[in-house]
């Protein structure tokens, strides 16, 4: 298994770099046969499992930002920890499901944990690397992410090959031993970052009234639908819409996945700060909306044409994905004050599980359906979304003065002291 470049880095954000690799590396053979283990196995229904999928997706959406305050009440590792051991805990118990309302129940509760383990990892990132290098440690933490899941799925395909039953819970209960192997690298690897007091750190109630902050993960999560095109969106767009083989759906996936190894960490550079990270914002949103205008294209092309236009309408759109994620990053960091890293990372989150939830819908109902109309309207939709990031980031440093980053920042310094300080890096 090979590991990403981490030369640059502080010893402690290499060992999350290695965690995270353990981590996603299940999660990848969880993805490649979750959906098949649900319905050949397990004996569920496809609408159960997406009706699960989707209640699920309610409850971590809405835990995401109070779970954040948790983290940093309890300090990132410990939080970190007690949610991957949840996750453990719940992928063991997916190897006991028989029916649906169980289901549903394991479904909701690894979602809480999910969202909670992203809150603490967003913290974690803030505490150990350096305010400089924090979008970069999340670039390569992204970059790990690829590989890790690529491996997994890759050798997930053992599984799927042999298909029977105690394969397939062998394949979970790996999974659920990545959770604890992970769980052991941060408890036992890294520095103890210290809790924020109730007492002296902001109010668990201060990402839920930044009101630019809230709009800018609105924006965000409206931005983070490429996720779904990259996955569903497009694969069904070729193979339904168009003449081209279906073969050039591998092709389009590996393309994703190749570019984001190779050029995250590169693509990232520059939106450390505000100003960067709001630029890279809006230029996520042109790229997205020039994919879409592409693909727009490929409803009355054909042949070759229609090969080239694809594969480029790809490239335009990773390109894009990685300036959306990078300039995410920036500006969640960076409007985050001290002492509220955990509960504002995890109102970050809330934008991309508003994403997945609102994509399905948006990219199948509306771009595939519609055709070329469809994918124009959706074009607009990632236009709008990403020119008004730097809009709200101006909103949002101006009212600093005056809003609860100010009154967290007052709280953050002095009584907090070096805690605060620590946290804001």
Known sequence: MSSPPSSGLPPQVRRLVAATLVNTFGNGVYAAVGALYLTRIAGLSVAEVGLGL????????????????????????????????????????????????????????????????????????????????????????????????????????????????EVYLIALLTNAATFLLTAAIVQWGMPRLPAVPSATGPSGFTALKDRPFLVFVGLDGLLSMHNAMARIAIPLWVA???????????????????????????????????????????????????????LAVTDVTSGAVTIALLVTAAVVHVLGEMLQSAGGWGISFELAPPGAQGQYQGAYAMGHQFGDLLAPFVLTVVAVSWGWPGWL????????????????VRWSQRSDSDGPQQVAKLAGSGEAGPVAADRAG
């Not at 960067?276 to 996520?284: L, P, S």
């Not at 309207?377 to 709200?392: D, N, Q, R, S």
């Open 240 to 294: 339904t819409a168009t003449d081209a083989p279906a073969w050039l759906i591998s092709v389009l996936l590996v393309t994703n996945s190749v570019a984001v190894i190779l050029l995250q960490i590169r693509v990232a550079r520059g939106t450390e700060q505000l100003a960067g990270a709001a630029r890279a914002g809006r230029r996520a949103g042109l790229l997205l909306a020039l994919a879409c205008g592409v």
């Open 377 to 392: 309207l959706t074009a607009t939709i990632f236009l709008l979304a990403g020119a008004f990031v730097p809009v709200v």
């Open 54 to 165: 989707t209640i699920a997706g309610l409850a971590g959406l809405l835990v995401s930002t109070p779970l954040g305050v948790v983290a940093d009440r309890l300090g990132p590792n410990r939080a970190y920890v007690a949610f991957l051991l949840l996750q453990a805990v719940t992928m063991t118990a997916l190897t006991q499901v028989l029916a649906f309302p169980l289901y549903v129940a394991v479904a909701a509760v690894t979602a809480v944990a999910d969202a909670g383990q992203r809150g603490a990892k967003g913290a974690l990132i803030a505490g150990l690397a350096p305010s400089d290098q924090r979008v970069r440690t999340r670039a390569m933490l992204r970059v790990t992410t690829n590989i890790g899941m690529g491996v997994g799925m890759g050798l997930a395909g053992i599984v799927l090959a042999v298909d029977r039953r």
